[in-house]
Structures are given as C-alpha cells and as structure tokens.
C-alpha cells in the first residue's frame, strides 16, 4: 500500500486515550521532579559539593551520555572522572568532544557554587593526563566560601539545545557583542558569521558532513545505540538522543516513530527514513540565522575543556536573551570518511586541525519550542 495512504488511513485506527499516553510530554531534568531547578530538585543533597553536581549534570554533552563520574572527597571536594563507558568512540574517536562536555559541566558546577556562597577551585589532570580514557583524574574541585554573584544561574533551568526550525530576523551585531559580553569567552576567540551569503555556503557543508554521518551506516549505527524511542525510553533511560528533541511536533513524533523509525536496524538505517531525515535537516539549516564558532590556538585536552567552559556560558547567555542553539560537530569530526568536507570546511574559515582549531560551531536563531532532555541521578554516578 501507498505509504500516505497507509498513514492517513492509519489514523482513523488510533483511539483518543492511546494517542494521548504516546504524547504525554511531561520531560523534567531530574527524576520525580517537576522542577528543572537543581537546586531545587533534590531536597535530600546537603553537602555543597553535591548541591553543584546536581548543577553541573544540567549542562550540555554530546549525545547527552553523561560520561561523567564523580568520587567524593568530603562535603566541599571531589574528583571528576571521564566515564569510559559512555563515550562516542566512532563519531568521536579523539575524545575531543567528550572533552568539551566535561568542560560545561564544570562551568555549570561553577556556576552553582557561586549561587550557594561558594568559589569553585578546578584543577584539570592534577595526576597528568591519562593515557587510557577515564584512568586519571580529569579535574579535582574543591569549594571555598565567596560571596560571587552568579547571574547567569537563573538561566539553568530554562536552557536546552534547540533543534528546531528558527524564526525571525537574523542576529545583529549588536545582539552577538551583547552575547560576547554576557558569555565572557576567556579561553577561546569566538567568532560571529552574519552574511548570508556566508552563512548559505557552510549550510551547504553541514548538509554534505551530516549526509556521510547518516549515510555511513557504521557512522550511524552509533547514534542509534544512543536513539531514545517514545517517551518511556526516555525516561527509562534519562540519556541519549530522540525525536522528541528534534522538537517535532508530538503528533509528527508520534506518526514517524510508529511508522518510520524504529530501533530496528534496518528501519533505523532505512532509505525512507534517511531521506526524511536529510531533507528536514536541510529546510532547518535554511533558517539559521547566524552561525558562531570557538577557535583556539592549539588542540590539547585543555583546550578542548576550556572551550566547553567557554561554550557553557556562551548558551546560557542566549537563553537569558531569549535565543536558542544548535551545535553542528559532524564537521568537526576526526574519523576518515570526513576528512574530505572537514579539509573544505577548514579552508573556509582560514582553519587547520593543528592551528586555529574550531572546537565547536552552532546556528543560532529563534525558537518557541523547548525540549528539556533528562538526566540520570547522580546517586548513579558516585564511585
Ligand atoms: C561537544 C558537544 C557537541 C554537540 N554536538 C551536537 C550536534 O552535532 N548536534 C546536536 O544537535 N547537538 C549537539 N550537541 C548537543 C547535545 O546533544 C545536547 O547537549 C545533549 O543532548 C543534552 O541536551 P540539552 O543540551 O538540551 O540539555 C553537542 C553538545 C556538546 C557539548
């Protein structure tokens, strides 16, 4: 049968009561929470150090994994870990991504500590860096009294990747250097792309980098082992990737993932599927309205964490101003089927992997949507 025949027929086939338990859309950032203030989420966490691991697991990662895992030292320190087991070996076979994330959680428990009266001291790789992923410590955090205003804390719980399509007018100059100003980037040089013409040009790369990703079908099996289906996986699993945020429209969402997408394999790798995909990813590149990206000089592991530091803050100043973004890595990424578009892109934008790395690039624009991706309980990720 004709698939839209099937589709509209379909339909008249689903009863009110078991179309609206597949919508229900109630998503918190905590479990058993309907607040998305960690603060506020977990009554039970006494200790400072506690309260602002609660803060930092809001942050963005990739693929929200998580790989993070915390040994606690006393009620004011601890030790941040790489989790080996919850890392992106093929889409990310540097660890340099997985890098960035631990970065913005240790903004995000900054960002916390000085909300609750206190100063967070990070020493990164106080043992040297490890040589195997997750051996070595990666950054020890002890807590000191302060009285630091924080006043990017309120954006927290408001603030999610926004996948959707953007409205309005471009950024302005001037809306950016308001960003610049509020993010305050102190270890990467930001830089603001608005010509359109510019902007045209690496939506096109985006489009070509997620082709290979999705196409590859080694690339993309990785990201279905990360593929969250339906609302029960979600919050089964509190990690990982979903349709629900691509911000699709929950009837849509529900249609595609009873008819198109599934965690099958060959559903999940299906042509249709793909074809869906690309070409929804494209009509959203075509609304960006701006595009921003963090270089730095070199490419160590600091590097890569400083630069989440600085990315943290970046996002949570647009959400204070009311702006939403996407990050687009595909093109950043190191694995040989991208060599190719990375070199083009990298040329592009007068950058190399050894000099002038950008460590991470993101449309920027409008939304009214906002999906609040869910997070495993830290009780999870003590050791
Ligand atoms: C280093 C890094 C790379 C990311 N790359 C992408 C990406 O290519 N595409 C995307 O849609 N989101 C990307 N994200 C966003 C994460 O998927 C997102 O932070 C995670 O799913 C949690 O969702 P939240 O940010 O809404 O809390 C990236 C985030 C980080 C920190």
Not at 103 to 124: D, H, M, R
Not at 145 to 161: G, H, M, N, V, Y
Not at 242 to 264: C, D, P, V, Y
Not at 359 to 371: D, E, K, P
Request: a positive charge; aromatic letters at 10%.
């Amino acid at each position: 049968m004709n698939r839209k025949i099937f589709l509209i027929n379909s339909l008249s086939i689903l009863t009110l009561p078991i179309f609206l338990e597949k919508c229900s859309s109630a998503h918190p950032r905590f479990k058993g929470n309907r607040t998305n203030n960690p603060l506020e989420s977990e009554k039970d966490l006494i200790e400072p150090i506690l309260k602002v691991i609660q803060v930092g697991i809001s942050a963005p990662n990739p693929h929200n994994t998580q790989a993070w895992k915390f040994q606690i030292l006393s009620p004011t320190e601890m030790n941040l870990y790489i989790d080996e087991k919850r890392i992106l070996p093929i889409t990310d076979p540097l660890n340099r991504q997985i890098h960035i994330g631990q970065g913005c959680f240790l903004e995000f428990l900054s960002i916390g500590a000085n909300k609750i009266g206190y100063e967070s001291e990070v020493k990164l790789f106080p043992e040297g860096e490890s040589k195997k992923i997750g051996e070595k410590i990666l950054a020890n955090v002890k807590l000191k009294l302060s009285k630091k205003d924080s006043p990017l804390f309120e954006s927290i719980s408001k603030r999610a990747t926004n996948r959707d399509y953007y409205t309005g007018e471009n950024i302005s100059e001037q809306e950016f250097e308001k960003l610049k100003i509020l993010g305050q980037a102190k270890n990467s040089e930001l830089v603001f792309i608005s010509n359109q013409n510019e902007i045209n040009t690496l939506n096109e790369i985006f489009y070509e980098a997620t082709k290979i990703e999705t196409l590859t079908r080694y690339i993309n099996e990785e990201n279905r082992t990360w593929f969250r289906f339906g609302n029960n996986e979600i919050q089964k699993h509190r990690d990982g990737i979903s349709l629900k945020g691509q911000n699709m429209q929950e009837f849509q969402r529900f249609m595609a993932e009873t008819f198109f997408i599934s965690k099958e394999p060959e559903k999940f790798h299906s042509a249709e599927g793909n074809k869906i995909y690309l070409n929804t990813f494209k009509e959203k590149m075509n609304t960006n309205k701006g595009l921003i990206y963090w270089k730095t000089k070199t490419n160590s592991k600091k590097d890569w964490i400083q630069t989440g530091m600085d990315f943290a803050r970046f996002q949570l100043s647009c959400t204070k101003e009311n702006l939403v973004i996407q990050p687009l890595s595909q093109v950043l990424q190191e694995y040989k089927e991208m060599n190719e578009v990375r070199d083009k892109f990298e040329k592009l934008t007068s950058s190399s992997s050894e000099k002038n790395k950008i460590q991470m690039i993101v449309r920027i624009g409008r939304a009214n949507s906002n999906f609040i991706s869910p997070r495993i309980p830290i009780s999870e990720k003590i050791i």
